[in-house]
């Protein structure tokens, strides 16, 4: 990963400090700067700029198959996708509410699957829920690896879509025109 803010770093750092930088104490610098420490790299600034999203060791995607039906069971595809090659990962179904939302019959509450071959990281699963009301509800699926440091886990949340909850909009207020007889709503309140 590349750093472009090392040098404003280590400036800031060096005026918090107390210090001053080279060639402000009305003495010029010297022409030949010492090279810095061996462990900090700068980059020229015309040098592309790289990001990173941090993310756990796991990825999990998801495909819920067929329509959600109240107490229907439910299947899901899993895809689990591990950066720390072909360690097994062991993955726990956790329902928060029970009473929504409950595993299959035959559905053990965790699995734990490898990769398929050698250069191949992915795995997959599938897992039955039955979905016990309409709603929004969710499956949570949690994704450890045991490494050398110890254990990696990531947490997904699947949201499953049971029953049509389209809701009417709420209307606030009144609609009229303004004085150029464009529309516009009005809230209630107090009046002015």
Do not use: W
Not at 81 to 97: A, F, K
Not at 108 to 115: D, E, G, L
Not at 138 to 145: E, F, H, S
Not at 148 to 159: D, L, N, R
């Amino acid at each position: 990963m590349r750093f472009h803010c090392i040098k404003t770093l280590a400036a800031t750092a060096f005026l918090a400090a107390g210090c001053s930088p080279p060639g402000s104490d009305g003495q010029p610098a010297a022409a030949d700067s010492p090279a810095p420490p061996p462990d900090v790299t700068f980059i020229p600034a015309d040098d592309a700029a790289e990001t990173a999203k941090v993310s756990g060791p796991v990825s999990i995607a998801y495909r819920i198959i067929g329509q959600p039906v109240v107490g229907q069971p439910l299947a899901i595809d899993l895809a689990v996708t591990s950066s720390l090659g072909r360690q097994p990962v062991r993955l726990d179904y956790r329902i928060v509410d029970t009473s929504a939302l409950r595993l299959g019959d035959a559905q053990t509450a965790f699995a734990t699957i490898a990769a398929s071959s050698a250069d191949v990281t992915t795995g997959e699963q599938q897992v039955t829920v039955v979905p016990m009301r309409d709603g929004r509800l969710y499956l949570n699926v949690a994704a450890t690896v045991d490494t050398a440091e110890g254990s990696m886990s990531t947490v997904t949340a699947i949201p499953i879509q049971v029953g049509d909850l389209r809701r009417e909009p709420v209307s606030n207020g009144v609609i009229t025109t303004d004085e150029d007889g464009n529309a516009i709503r009005v809230l209630g309140g107090e009046e002015r």
